[in-house]
């Protein structure tokens, strides 16, 4: 497609579940990025994947969370047991590397009842 | 470090007048960009800035990149009231290469 795709868009799942959410960045992009947005707040950087290089972990807030890259293109968040302030809504954006400009997706809703 | 001061938190002005925003940090920035954000969506992408002292519109949007590398600040005209939304400054911090990093967002609303 022309733009970032996210799925799905809305998520609501139990305390205690597993959960992954998929990123479908711009083709051609090679840098993605997956960001917390909790409501009302900024954006929360979690993981920067750049092309084959080792990715930016940094920004993961527990072992609970992690993120793969296949092929370069799509991505996946995945959340183990699910904790209630992980509530948020999950964004992910791609870019060419080279160039700073990201374009977003609409986000994931995630609701952990 | 890396973090990002943007400010005002919010604002809420009358429709016509002009809008003013900034973000400074303590980091030296390689790029800035400008993103609006409206409810239920991802953010938009408004400027790209990556010169130092750069000063570029788009449309009723002037953005300008500081020349000490460590600031920017977006600038809105005669506002209306679709301009309303939360706007966001995002960087890439020299010492952390393509990471981007975004301030805590500004809160625009407009009286019409």
């Known amino acids: 497609g022309a733009g970032v795709s996210q799925s799905p868009s809305n998520k609501v799942t139990e305390k205690g579940k597993d959960v992954e959410l998929r990123c479908d960045p711009i083709?051609?992009?090679?840098?993605l990025y997956w960001y917390r947005q909790s409501l009302g707040q900024g954006l929360e950087f979690l993981i920067y994947?750049?092309?084959?290089?080792?990715?930016?972990k940094s920004g993961l807030p527990s072992d609970r969370f992690s993120a793969e890259r296949t092929g370069g293109s799509v991505s996946t968040l995945t959340i183990q047991r699910t904790q209630q302030e992980d509530s948020a809504v999950y964004l992910c954006?791609?870019?060419?590397?080279?160039?700073?400009?990201?374009?977003f997706g609409q986000g994931t809703r995630l609701t952990v009842v | 470090g890396q973090q990002l001061n943007q400010s005002p938190q919010s604002m809420f002005i009358q429709e016509g007048e002009d809008v003013s925003m900034n973000c400074t940090s303590s980091?030296?920035?390689?790029?800035w960009l400008w993103y609006k954000q409206e409810p239920g969506e991802g953010p938009v992408l408004l400027i790209a800035?990556?010169?130092?002292?750069e000063l570029t519109s788009n449309g009723r949007l002037t953005a300008q990149f500081g020349i000490t590398r460590k600031d920017s600040f977006l600038n809105i005209s005669a506002s209306i009231p679709s301009d309303v939304g939360i706007y966001f400054c995002?960087?890439?911090?020299?010492?952390?290469?393509?990471?981007?990093?975004f301030g805590a967002g500004t809160i625009l609303r407009v009286k019409s």
């Open positions: 994947f750049q092309g084959n290089s080792a990715p930016d």
């Open positions: 954006a791609s870019n060419l590397g080279g160039r700073a400009e990201a374009f």
């Open positions: 083709s051609g992009h090679t840098a």
């Open positions: 800035l990556y010169k130092a002292g």
């Open positions: 980091s030296i920035f390689n790029t």
């Open positions: 995002a960087g890439q911090p020299l010492e952390y290469g393509n990471k981007l990093v």
